[in-house]
């Protein structure tokens, strides 16, 4: 099978999500103020991830409407995206900081493990791919524990 990049580029854009499910967990297991972690988490989304989002539903096109994967997928796009925007508001707590987390890594996996694949069998070449950067320059290292983070 020939090297598809969008795949490939999607794939890769998804292992950057998997950092912030890590950093939200060790923000959670060193007990890192959940404001510091939701709003690192609506910024990661608003300029990363939501984008992501964008460009793998336009890959999906190629697949039928009925088609189960890109049902399951597109509908999991809808569910994070609310939680992801409820960091705004400020009204959450740890435990559903840890609820999206889990719920974004399940859903990472199934994409990586059933829909990419599938997406790729069918040697999907899109008519235009952008590739999406993540500039990780987030003034609030919390992940790396509080002792380095000063005001």
Known sequence: MKENTAVDSLSKHNQIALTLISRIRTGIANGTDRKRIG???LHFYRHFLKEQFLRE???YMCLSESNMLRIKACSEHALLSPLF???HSME???SDLQKLATILEKHIRFE???VFPHVESLNYTPHRHTSAVYND???DPFWA???TFEV
């Open 85 to 87: 925007e409820r960091m």
């Open 92 to 94: 959450f707590s740890p």
């Open 112 to 114: 990586t493990e059933k």
């Open 145 to 147: 524990g509080a002792s």
């Open 57 to 59: 539903e336009a890959m």
């Open 137 to 139: 320059s987030w003034s």
């Open 39 to 41: 709003a690192y988490t």
